[in-house]
């Protein structure tokens, strides 16, 4: 038979237990938002991870086409390199809704592309638009 003075120690390491617990999940709460901040990406957000990254303090040039990566987006680029918005998908006849926020790769998966060949295209396309003299 348990006393009142047990009962009253099961009750207080069920609460301490309680509580380990719930710092326990917090803290792994916290570590995990801080890895998706220091990747600067938002859970569920695969198509816009590039809105969070900096953009260079100045437009990039042809010699910066090495730099181009699977994981940018259409739009990044369009950015970093100081593109017009629909140069890209006018220039490759991309047809994607949801073009210009899907990634290099996702493209490629997606329309069965080589990848390599696609950022070569992509490559292609920017030093011929950098390269052409503007009014």
Known sequence: MTTKSDSKKYWWLFLGALILVIIFLFCLFKKNNSTLASLNQKPFNRYKINYHL????????????????????FDYLNKIFNLPTNYLQTTLGINDRRYPVITISHYSRENHLGLDILVLQIKAAIVNYLSTPKP
């Open 54 to 73: 900096p953009l260079h303090p100045r437009p990039l040039t042809i010699n910066d086409t090495g730099m181009i990566q699977y994981w940018m987006t």
